[in-house]
């Protein structure tokens, strides 16, 4: 069974940034692809952003290009989400995930492993 465990939510203001990490206890987590999605209160969730196993796939949501960097260290069986520039709409909780294949993904059929989530406010 494969552990995801997210960190790093949390209350900020507007404009504010948080780094999200993501710990996998899977073995292989240097040759999955991984993921972001959340999932906003009454809205369903939405894909974020995804990363390759080599880190050279990358890829976004349009609302998260210029704001959201993926990036992960094989090394320490973890991936990251830094973001910057927080809107109130940014708030959500926030899943990690793992790829099923090896690239980038965008859709949720396409993940096998989910974690339980981290809750990220921003305040208006």
């Known amino acids: 069974q494969v552990q995801l465990i997210e960190s790093g939510g949390g209350l900020v203001e507007t404009g504010g940034s948080l780094r999200l990490s993501c710990a996998a206890s899977r073995r292989t987590f240097s040759r999955d692809g991984m993921g972001w999605f959340r999932q906003a209160p009454g809205k369903e969730r939405e894909f974020v952003a995804s990363?390759?196993?080599?880190?050279?796939?990358?890829y976004y949501a349009d609302f998260a290009k210029a704001r959201f960097t993926i990036s992960r260290d094989n090394a320490k069986n973890t991936q990251y989400l830094q973001m910057n520039s927080l809107k109130p709409e940014d708030t959500a909780v926030y899943y990690c995930?793992?790829?099923?294949?090896?690239?980038?993904?965008?859709?949720?059929?396409?993940?096998?492993?989910w974690g339980q989530g981290t809750q990220v406010t921003v305040s208006s």
């Open positions: 995930a793992t790829a099923k294949g090896s690239g980038v993904a965008t859709l949720e059929k396409d993940y096998e492993f």
């Open positions: 990363i390759s196993w080599n880190s050279v796939g990358i």
